[in-house]
């Protein structure tokens, strides 16, 4: 079982994650919720829900080549000096590997648990065509199209990720929670701007997040981690300045 996931999600993971074999997972792929159990199956041709996929993956092409179609391709590297960069400052304290290792590495594992393994048994079983292949249209990060079309759209595993990272991090920062889960959001509605995602997909991979999210909080060594991350994001000598602070697409 383990094997299969791991052959299924390898070409993401060696072109987004080359470091991720250096931090112990969490929990095993076959310990993850069965996302294929509890998701519904995605919208057929003839579901309202499926037209308003089309007309909200239009809505996001319309606006190609704008800032926020930028920022949607600046969110589609999940690598995690990128994630650093784009959380730090919302959660207002460094996030590097000397001055934050314990969280530089749980944007890692994070990304392992909620971006691959939480949605790994539904994105096999429905292997849901993308929006961008669907329409032959190019993407907002054209280097990742090619591994994409061999990926399954439904859910969004960019999507389960940053909700997951929200969420977590607003574990150790309570008080940037609500520019945590906004950021969250825009990290998630970025994949219908930039093509790569149906709505539906989006709004399946928000719930997987939060399924993960729950899975994490019994286990002893993520809560271990996590007491580690509270602290290092808590120190003063790791806040960043109220002006360092970002100004959100509200």
């Keep these: 079982m383990k094997s299969r996931y791991l052959v299924f999600f390898l070409p993401l993971i060696v072109a987004k994650y080359t470091s991720a074999e250096t931090v112990q997972p969490f929990h095993s792929p076959e310990e993850s919720v069965n996302s294929q159990f509890y998701l ?11 037209r308003y996929d089309k007309e909200a993956y239009f809505k996001g092409y319309a ?16 690598s995690v000096e990128n994630i650093a960069r784009i959380f730090s400052p919302v959660v207002g304290a460094k996030i590097n590997p000397k001055d934050t290792p314990e969280t530089w590495n749980m944007l890692k594992n994070l990304l392992t648990m909620g971006g691959y393994y939480a949605n790994a048994s539904a994105k096999k079983y429905y292997m849901r065509t993308r929006p961008f292949v669907l329409f032959n249209h190019s993407t907002c990060r054209p280097e990742d199209e090619n591994t994409l079309r061999k990926n399954g759209s439904y859910p969004s595993g960019h999507t389960a990720y940053g909700t997951l990272l929200a969420l977590v991090l607003s574990e150790a920062r309570p008080e940037r929670a609500q520019e945590l889960a906004r950021r969250g959001w825009e990290f998630g509605q970025s994949r219908v701007i930039c093509g790569a995602h149906w709505q539906s997909d ?18 002893p060594a993520f809560q271990k981690s996590l007491a580690k991350v509270r602290e290092e994001l808590n120190d003063k000598n790791n806040l960043l300045s109220k002006e360092d602070h970002p100004k959100l697409n509200y």
Excluded at 40 to 50: I, L, M, R, T, V
Excluded at 63 to 78: L, Y
Excluded at 202 to 219: H, N
Aim: cysteine-free; hydrophobic content about 35%; aromatic content about 8%.
């Design 202 to 219: 989006v709004d399946a991979g928000r719930y997987v997040g939060a399924v993960e999210f729950a899975r994490l909080q019994t286990i």
């Design 63 to 78: 606006i190609k080549g704008s800032p926020r179609w930028k920022q949607a391709a600046e969110d589609a590297d999940v």
């Design 40 to 50: 519904p199956p995605p919208p057929g041709n003839d579901d309202p829900a499926y």
